[in-house]
């Protein structure tokens, strides 16, 4: 990892100045070794700036897909903020010897986000999900955060042919932190459309958080979490659509895994 030495980007304004690691790659995959202290202090910074950020996690489910597809290779190395979100992603940066702080899950990045758009008066825009959801996850984050500006929110079924249309609604509520709770790829493709178009503020892609914050879907316990089993109580809530996702998929993540450790040692 090349890049641990180096500072990818600095920012400064009239209060701070931070440096920041320069990112690394976990099975061909980047991502930024950083804290969820630094990756929200970095949002801000870009929020300040007025600049576009894409902000995404990376798990095992994501690394595969940027193996399968170019585009969504080419979509996560463009992103400014790389994380990774999952377990899969630490353990494996620890067997092949990559530095890589902890975990920086999604959802739990949205609870600091929105910490950090109450205490800088950012305005937070929610994107996704079923309309009755994004409108329980509105309320819940305004009971929890009442002195954050909700900007607006709206659900996520539309299709690729609306998503002009969807920017420019968006983009008239003048947000600083936009939350996309949609399926990859299409979320991935939504917030590059974005870019595209001009648009400023940081865009994070949460899945499905709004069904957790909503309490339309429950998390998994703390022990789970703690033991790195999220996944599979993920898997248990949805079995039809997750089963063949984490079984087939982690299956294949650990092949990768054992594939590219053994390549290791043997350059040693």
């Not at 990818?8 to 920041?20: C, H, I, P």
């Not at 069904?211 to 109580?233: C, H, K, T």
């Amino acid at each position: 990892m090349a890049l641990a030495k180096e500072t990818r980007w600095k920012y400064e304004d009239a209060s701070s100045r931070v440096d920041l690691p320069g990112r690394v790659e976990v099975l061909g995959a980047p991502v930024d070794p950083w804290t969820m202290e630094q990756t929200v202090e970095a949002t801000d910074a870009l929020i300040k700036e007025g600049r576009f950020a894409h902000l995404i996690g990376v798990n095992a489910d994501k690394l595969l897909q940027m193996r399968d597809d170019p585009e969504m290779d080419a979509c996560v190395r463009r992103c400014e903020i790389v994380n990774a979100d999952g377990a899969s992603m630490v353990m494996a940066a620890k067997k092949l010897g990559v530095d890589l702080p902890g975990r920086v899950a999604g959802i739990d990045l949205m609870w600091e986000l929105c910490g950090l758009a109450e205490r800088e008066g950012h305005r937070v825009y929610l994107l996704g999900a079923k309309a009755e959801v994004v409108a329980k996850t509105a309320e819940v984050l305004s009971e929890r955060y009442p002195n954050m500006v909700l900007a607006g929110y709206r659900d996520g079924y539309f299709g690729n042919d609306e998503f002009d249309a969807v920017v420019a609604e968006v983009e008239h509520a003048e947000p600083d932190i936009v939350f996309v709770g949609i399926t990859s790829p299409k979320k991935e493709r939504l917030i590059e459309r974005f870019r595209e178009l001009g648009a400023k503020g940081a865009f994070v892609g949460v899945g499905g958080s709004f069904d957790v914050v909503s309490g339309n879907i429950p998390r998994a316990p703390m022990w789970m979490q703690r033991a790195n089993l999220e996944w599979l109580f993920r898997m248990m809530q949805e079995p039809k659509r997750l089963v063949r996702r984490y079984l087939v998929g982690n299956t294949r993540f650990c092949m990768l895994l054992r594939k590219e450790s053994k390549g290791s040692k043997a350059n040693v």
